[in-house]
């Protein structure tokens, strides 16, 4: 849409370039799967195909039997290996929506800006951006796996499984994202480093218990 009012409709170069560069963000590599994943979509893919009627009527039921129990065990292998087949990173992030909001800034990114509405004594929109960041830093770490649109409440307490001496801080630190982002208390600068000193400690630590 123009200035004027009318709608801008690119000719077929320009469509192409714009879809060039849209193509080319990071989040669409982030996305693809690797390779042990393609892997295991085939293997899972052969194992079914192998007991029907077309493809282990070509076998003797024992033969069909060895040939996957083969193949199990060399899948049991990579696993122990490789791990579990991962999802695409841009889904384990949670890119675009983060609490409520569209953000696809990294922890490091979101801590800064958060020092930065605290020098300037916005406390409130500070504890906000500092509670995103304690999000998404467990998101970077792949330590939790919220469901979509989760709140602050149900990333607590996925994180608490993991942070187990940090349940009832953690717990806290969503009570008070809750009443400055949706209720609309006062931030202040107590709040806003309860939260952050609990990031800084989540972001150094290592695990109790990691759920999968």
């Known amino acids: 849409m123009t200035a004027s009012g009318t709608v801008f409709v690119p000719d077929g170069d320009e469509a192409q370039r714009w879809a060039e560069e849209e193509l080319s963000r990071p989040i669409y590599a982030d996305a693809k799967p690797t390779a042990f994943d393609l892997w295991a979509r085939d ?15 070509q076998l003797g039921p024992w033969a069909v039997v060895v040939v996957a129990l083969i193949i199990v065990a060399a899948l049991v292998t990579a696993l122990l290996v490789w791990g579990v087949p991962r999802r695409s990173r841009a889904v384990r992030r949670g890119a675009l929506d983060l609490l409520g909001s569209r953000d696809d800034r990294s922890a490091a990114q979101l801590r800064a800006d958060a020092e930065r509405s605290a020098r300037g004594g916005d406390w409130a929109e500070a504890t906000i951006l500092r509670y995103r960041a304690l999000a998404r830093g467990l998101l970077e770490r792949d330590l939790i796996d919220p469901a979509p649109g989760a709140t602050a409440q149900a990333i607590a307490r996925e994180a608490a499984a993991v942070f187990t001496n940090e349940a009832a801080p953690l717990t806290e630190a969503a009570v008070l994202f809750d009443d400055v982002r949706y209720l609309a208390h006062p ?8 939260v952050a000193d609990l990031d800084e400690r989540i972001r150094t630590h290592t695990p109790e218990l990691v759920t999968t």
């Open 187 to 194: 931030g202040t600068e107590e709040r806003y480093r309860l």
């Open 43 to 57: 293997v899972a893919q052969f194992l079914a195909d192998l007991f029907t009627p077309e493809g282990g009527g």
